[in-house]
């Protein structure tokens, strides 16, 4: 039997351990760093992984206090727990290991797994085992964040399924109802009764198509079709005032449009979709000749865009809620209630995000919605 | 003796599903209707409102999905308050979600009763909720 193994199992003399040479070498090799402290906790001796680890020599530690190498309240804890091992016998670190915090040479902690045996022989004697997780503790953050993500999604996709059954519901209830009704207005010869509740059941199929077509359009946003492109604010707007322009000339609107946009960076298509919904809704809830404001300025790597209108303004209790699928705070409102779903998903989807400011009703409404700003062009490349 | 006509108050934002809602009333001999309102902020107006002693309702049938205040809340309100918790609340809804449900039953409603896609058992279902209510409520008044 190889002489080390007797060593290992009655280690009777430290020295004798030392001067093994197979096991000088086991604890040169090993990639875990090794420290051997005295029952005061002075640094006897350590393996070259504590270099690589800790960023010390083993010159620089040999006969300084294993403090060095673990901040606090850590170091306390562990001579604390040191100290009653030796007086008591109670094992709160030895043969335990446990995660704690350790110092590297430049100032930085980081996570490492230390376990702690006696060596024993003449001389008490401890090794603090340390393996660096780091990588670990990141690696489980990051599942952490992910399942966070992922929780929130199942929370909106649950949200999404409960809006959406209860509206599909909806007009179904409408058009069994008075289907049921047709009969009776016939037979009781009620035939105005009988023409005005097929109106009725002709409205909620349509609203019933509306509102798929809508959710159907929701779901595309999810997935970007287009490469995202820098297109400069001014476009769009004048794109979407372009587009608008039967609504803005009916209603006698006066649109307003700051000087200087700034140049976003997006999927084009869905750029002018927000707009056009945001400026479309300013123009739907205004009265009489509608004033409409429409600016953005550049600020911390995103365009901070803004359409006012002067209109009937939101109670802001409820201006949350205006971002809600199918919601409508008027229910006599023309449309579904998708149209500002819609401009958050797709101001989410390219990382920015998507407010509503009103003083009240009667106040106006002031719409703001980040989106990325385009990269600068790096000096002296050639211009297309 | 006459049978006093019930007010009831409705609170229903879709104007088909609050007309087919007063026809199965009507054809059971319930023509009370005295207010229907169409959030739930205008019900809460109505209920808590200046001249809300004049017209207190008998029975409230309330959607929960409303615009402005949702449903839920005006339930919450209505319990909450001294002089209207005991208004039987019947919600008439399309939403069959658990959460619903335990919601309005911690928030001490009346009757849960998700709207039927056929008119027979919307009738069925109001003659049912109204008639076992409003006696209830004629009843504690005597």
């Known amino acids: 039997m190889p002489r080390y193994f007797a060593v290992v199992d009655r280690p009777s003399d430290s020295e004798a351990w030392a001067d093994d040479g197979r096991l000088v070498a086991v604890f040169e090799a090993a990639v875990d760093a090794m420290v051997i402290i005295d029952a005061v906790g002075t640094i006897q001796r350590v393996n070259p992984a504590v270099e690589r680890m800790f960023g010390w020599k083993a010159e620089e530690l040999a006969g300084h206090n294993v403090i060095k190498l673990m901040p606090s309240p850590y170091h306390e804890e562990h001579d604390e727990y040191l100290h009653r091992y030796v007086t008591t016998g109670e094992r709160r670190i030895i043969g335990v290991g446990r995660e704690v915090v350790a110092l590297h040479r430049n100032g930085t902690r980081f996570p490492i797994f230390l376990s702690v045996g006696e060596v024993g022989g003449s001389t008490r004697l401890f090794v603090g085992i340390m393996r660096d997780i780091s990588a670990q503790k990141a690696a489980e953050a990051a599942r952490e964040r992910l399942i966070e993500e992922l929780e929130a999604k199942n929370a909106e996709l649950e949200r999404f399924t409960y809006t959406v059954s209860h509206d599909l519901k909806s007009p179904l209830i409408t058009i069994k109802g008075f289907v049921g009704q047709l009969e009776r207005s016939v037979t009781a010869g009620k035939m105005e009764r009988f023409r005005s509740d097929v109106t009725r059941i002709a409205g ?33 707007v004048d794109e979407v005032l372009e587009l608008l322009s039967a609504g803005i000339e009916s209603t006698g609107a006066r649109v307003t449009v700051e000087s200087e946009l700034p140049v976003v960076r997006g999927d084009r298509t869905r750029l002018v979709e927000i ?9 739907k809830f205004s009265r009489d000749a509608p004033r409409i404001e429409i600016g953005a300025r550049a600020e911390g790597g995103f365009a901070v865009c803004h359409v006012r209108d002067h209109g009937i303004g939101i109670d802001p209790q409820y201006i949350d809620r205006v971002f809600g699928l199918f919601e409508q705070l008027d229910g006599a409102s023309p449309g579904t209630g998708i149209g500002l779903a819609l401009v958050r998903r797709i101001v989410e989807v390219h990382g920015g995000t998507v407010w509503a400011e009103s003083e009240g009703r009667g106040h106006g409404t002031t719409m703001s919605f980040t989106l990325p700003l385009a990269k600068p062009p790096i000096a002296g490349s050639p211009t297309s | 003796m ?24 009507e054809e059971h001999g319930i023509e009370g209707i005295a207010e229907r309102v169409k959030d739930g902020e205008a019900a809460l107006d109505y209920l808590f409102g ?55 039953y911690d928030s001490h409603v009346n009757a849960y009763v998700v709207k039927p896609v056929d008119y027979a058992s919307l009738e069925k279902m109001l003659q049912d909720t109204s008639t076992f209510w409003l006696s209830w409520n004629r009843r504690r008044k005597q």
């Open chain 2, 50 to 104: 200046n001249d809300a002693a004049d017209h207190r309702p008998d029975v409230i049938l309330l959607d929960l999905r409303l615009p402005r205040i949702d449903g839920l809340e005006v339930l919450r309100r209505i319990k909450e308050a001294r002089e209207l918790k005991s208004i039987p609340v019947v919600v008439l809804t399309t939403s069959s979600a658990d959460r619903d449900l335990a919601s309005a």
């Open chain 2, 2 to 25: 006459t049978t006093p006509i019930p007010r009831i108050l409705l609170v229903e934002d879709n104007d088909d599903h609050a007309e087919l809602i007063t026809r199965a009333l």
């Open chain 1, 204 to 236: 909620a199929a349509d609203k019933m198509a509306e509102l798929l077509d809508d959710v159907l359009e929701l779901s595309r946003i999810g997935r970007l079709v287009n490469p995202p492109e820098d297109v400069s604010m001014q476009v769009l």
């Open chain 1, 275 to 283: 707009l056009q919904n945001v400026v479309e809704n300013a123009l």
